[in-house]
Nanobody, 119 residues
């Protein structure tokens, strides 16, 4: 069982920056693909960015060039650096850990952290 606890959310004006952190415990962090999702009020949860166990990253088109996902396997932590924030980035951001085993998928979520961007 993997426990994920997000931090670093808050309120910021448009154009500002925030850095989200998500330390993991209870599992072998390095084998998991880590991701950040977000969910705005009235909308479905969407993938923001992910990073594989090997360090390969991918991003939603809406955040490319503004957000950077990274991981520190020594600290069992994944980060999301968010720059040039826009009001449409306002959402609850969730940390996710996924490992696809031979017979099942292991999928864990944090409790979320609120990001609010004002214009």
């Amino acid at each position: 069982q993997v426990q994920l606890v997000e931090s670093g959310g808050g309120s910021v004006q448009a154009g500002g920056s925030l850095r989200l952190s998500c330390p993991a415990s209870g599992g072998i962090f390095s084998i998991y693909t880590m991701a950040w999702y977000r969910q705005a009020p009235g909308k479905q949860r969407e993938l923001v960015a992910d990073i594989s166990s090997g360090g390969t990253t991918s991003y939603a088109d809406s955040v490319k060039g503004r957000f950077t996902i990274s991981r520190d396997n020594a600290k069992n932590t994944v980060y999301l650096q968010m720059n040039s924030l826009k009001p449409e980035d306002t959402a609850v951001y969730y940390c996710n850990a996924v490992f696809r085993g031979l017979t099942r998928r292991y999928d864990y979520w944090g409790q979320g952290t609120q990001v609010t961007v004002s214009s």
